[in-house]
């Protein structure tokens, strides 16, 4: 069975930085894309940024700058380095990852709990 676990939500003041991590388990076979959604209270989810296992990241236009996505294909990890936060970014962060398991169905995409980030002063 294959698992999302992110950390490193929690609350910072505007301006501060946050780092947060998503760890894929299981059995995988591949892990072809892993990025990071996030949801606002009353709001739709949206694409942060996503990181193919070459290493390409893609950015939602705004957030590009102030928001670094990285993985370590090794340890099956994703992180969303977050700088310069502001209030606007408080939300939900949704870790995913695209996939093939070893079992229990094709190609398809998996998803995390979700971790709070809340930027206030």
């Known amino acids: 069975q294959v698992q999302l676990v992110e950390s490193g939500g929690g609350v910072v003041q505007p301006g501060g930085s946050l780092r947060l991590s998503c760890t894929a388990s299981?059995?995988?076979?591949?892990?072809?894309?892993m990025g990071w959604y996030r949801q606002a209270p009353g709001k739709r989810r949206e694409l942060v940024a996503s990181?193919?296992?070459?290493?390409?990241?893609n950015y939602a236009g705004p957030l590009k700058g102030r928001f670094t996505v990285s993985r370590d294909n090794a340890k099956n990890t994703v992180y969303l380095q977050m700088n310069s936060l502001k209030p606007e970014d408080t939300a939900v962060y949704y870790c995913y990852g695209e996939l093939t398991p070893l079992t229990g169905g094709g190609r398809g995409d998996y998803w995390g709990q979700g971790t709070q980030v809340i930027v206030s002063s």
């Open positions: 299981g059995s995988i076979v591949t892990i072809h894309t």
């Open positions: 990181v193919f296992s070459n290493g390409v990241a």
